[in-house]
């Protein structure tokens, strides 16, 4: 099997057979094998790099040099996830839509945002949209955005209800813009982006009636003790940038 077939099912293990259809043809341009096939794949439950899954299935057809998955829908435990994949020469594209929980997933992303997720824990499964391109399958390679909206989310050892931003990544860092989060004492508004590889966050245009010593640690928890003397009857209202 080709090499670029054989890549996106390194580290799967199927519980159950898996069925496959595939229609197409082959033939020769000079000494060069050109391949055009379609087909429908179709798993039962299995493991993808210790990860376990319920089902998975999609539609795809390859070229030898593109391939493109399209309604790819794989269902897990905490929800599922759609997405559309084109993987060719120089040009990488993916639309996702997830509501999977990330630490599900954890180990299929990159350690640096392993780490991240790391210090996520969630009630419900996020929901997640985001639009993907790069040059090929490596992350680093990456530039997107989207939208994330969340339920009761904590992040750092502090809470928050809910909340909402688009996002955008590039060059290793995610920027979330236009961000709302609401606390029982109140709300907050503006951006952050998250440095993945200095492990940074910087914010702007940041506005929030909440306890400074209880979201100190969303932006920064080294500053907490700078933050933690100050003892307020009900939240200020804050305006930072930073």
């Known amino acids: 099997m080709s090499s670029d077939l054989r890549g996106p099912l390194a580290g799967a293990e199927f519980h ?19 391949p055009d096939i379609i087909g429908r ?3 039962g439950q299995f493991t993808y ?19 493109f998955i399209r309604d790819l829908r794989v269902r897990h435990q905490t929800d599922q996830l759609r997405a559309d994949v084109l993987d060719g020469p120089n040009d990488f594209r993916l639309n996702l839509e997830s509501t999977i929980s990330p630490d599900a997933i954890r180990p299929l ?4 945002t392993n780490e991240f997720l790391r210090e996520w824990q969630w009630q419900r499964s996020p929901a997640i949209r985001m639009t993907i391109r790069g040059t090929d399958r490596n992350p680093a390679s990456w530039k997107g955005d989207g939208t994330v909206t969340l339920g009761r989310t904590r ?10 931003a688009r996002i955008r990544f590039a060059d290793g860092a995610i920027a979330c813009e ?8 109140g709300t907050g508004s ?5 440095d993945f590889k200095k492990h940074e966050v910087k914010i702007s245009n940041i506005r929030s009636s909440m306890y400074p010593a209880e979201v100190i640690f969303w932006i920064d928890p080294k500053t ?5 003397p100050y003892k307020f009857r009900r939240p200020p209202n804050i305006i930072a940038n930073g």
């Open 16 to 34: 159950s057979p898996p069925l496959l259809e595939i229609a197409g043809s082959l033939r020769f341009e000079g000494q060069e094998l050109r």
């Open 41 to 43: 794949a179709a798993f």
């Open 49 to 67: 790099k210790n990860v376990r899954f319920s089902d998975l299935t999609a539609d795809f057809s390859w070229d030898g040099q593109r391939t």
């Open 109 to 112: 992303v990159p350690v640096e």
């Open 155 to 164: 992040f750092r050892g502090t809470w928050m209800n809910d909340a909402s």
């Open 178 to 185: 236009d961000l709302h989060v609401t606390r029982d004492e």
């Open 190 to 194: 503006g951006s952050f982006t998250y």
């Open 224 to 228: 907490w003790k700078t933050v933690a």
